[in-house]
């Protein structure tokens, strides 16, 4: 017996089209010099790795990387994908698995997560007039553009694995077929629970200097920059994003507790149900995307290392923010891993025959 391929291919499809499309709209930057999103075009990218690419070399470069990958992600989507084995199959995973990157890494940069930190303040402003910002410089195209590589770079990577697995004799869908060891729901709560405590601690490191500024503590930074930013209200959008960081992990740490797998007493409508694993994973899973983009942006930036050899303490915790990128990722999976139950495509951990999925 077979599964229903459609349930596991239909990722491949929406892939192909999302890089068809992009590719196109490259194809009109490359033409009319119109619309290109990075470089100089980019007011929010200057911790951007592509900061320096201009739009005549830039975007023909991402008109054709986006057509050959629609076609990729077309000979890897469908119930008679491509076959290969060998260094042809290796090629073909490190090509997909570097674009994939490239659009949930390197096209973000900073600015996705320092939106998503601020939105909650934006947000919860509004009814009292927002805050003295103008919301059209913040949501631009250059940033809506970032979301759709990231929305991109996510059906890219998990056409890739459904392929990977596919071409290792493995379930599609959930990966299964193979040794379980490092996998196995009781191995993974074990490396997960590490993974989680590291994930929650280091945000925390970065609340806590923030949220001494707003107590008049100058934390890493000199008591003259502590005075200016308390002259500028630096210090309260500090304190917000230092009390996201603490939601975040506080939120972090339900990965590992009961009431990330059943909803409090206290919540009504909720209480005692299950949490619905996708609404843990799914989120763990972007916010550690969105660090590892910002990482990227912040480390490769000469600034840094300025700042760093002048003393500056503030920057200090950022230097942590790849290892709580990592951390968190993994966090998520082993919590995918201890929820996932039984697959209802090869039917992998229930009883009676398993079924095979087709290739």
């Given at each position: ?62 008109a ?7 076609v ?12 290969l ?10 090509y ?6 490239a ?14 930190g ?48 596919r071409?290792?004799?493995?379930c ?59 002259d ?84 200090a ?43």
């Amino acid at each position: 017996m077979t599964t229903h391929p459609n349930s596991t291919t239909r990722p491949g499809y929406a892939a192909a089209v999302w890089a068809g499309l992009y590719g196109i709209l490259a194809l009109l930057w490359t033409l009319t010099g119109d619309g290109y999103p990075f470089g100089p075009n980019d007011p929010g990218g200057q911790l951007s790795l592509l900061r320096l690419v201009p739009a005549d070399v830039g975007a023909p470069i991402v008109a054709g990387l986006a057509l050959v990958t629609a076609v990729v992600m077309l000979a890897m989507a469908g119930p008679h994908a491509v076959r290969l084995s060998g260094v042809p199959r290796l090629v073909l995973l490190g090509y997909g698995w570097l674009v994939a990157a490239a659009l949930l890494i390197v096209v973000p940069d900073g600015q996705v997560l320092a939106v998503a930190g601020y939105a909650p303040m934006l947000i919860l402003s509004l009814p009292f007039g927002g805050l003295p910002v103008d919301y059209a410089d913040v949501f631009t195209w250059p940033l809506l553009n970032k979301m759709l590589a990231v929305a991109g770079g996510l059906l890219i990577a998990r056409t890739v694995l459904g392929w990977q697995r596919r071409t290792a004799d493995r379930c599609p869908a959930c990966g299964r077929g193979g040794p379980t060891t490092w996998t196995a729901p009781d191995v993974a709560a074990r490396w997960g629970r590490w993974a989680t405590w590291l994930a929650a601690a280091v945000p925390l490191v970065y609340a806590l200097s923030r949220l001494a500024w707003l107590a008049g503590i100058p934390l890493g930074i000199s008591a003259d920059l502590l005075r200016d930013l308390r002259d500028n209200g630096g210090v309260w959008a500090g304190a917000g994003l230092g009390a996201f960081a603490v939601a975040g992990a506080v939120l972090t740490l339900g990965l590992i507790r009961p009431w990330g797998e059943r909803f409090p007493r206290w919540l009504p409508g909720l209480a005692g149900r299950p949490v619905p694993p996708n609404l843990a994973v799914v989120p763990a899973t972007l916010v550690a995307v969105a660090v590892a983009a910002a990482s990227l942006g912040f480390l490769a930036n000469p600034e840094l290392a300025r700042l760093i050899g002048a003393g500056d303490g503030a920057v200090a915790p950022i230097l942590l923010w790849p290892l709580w990128a990592v951390a968190l990722a993994a966090a998520a999976y082993a919590y995918h891993l201890r929820r996932r139950g039984a697959c209802r495509h090869c039917r992998y951990g229930r009883k009676g025959p398993r079924l095979t999925h087709s290739v």
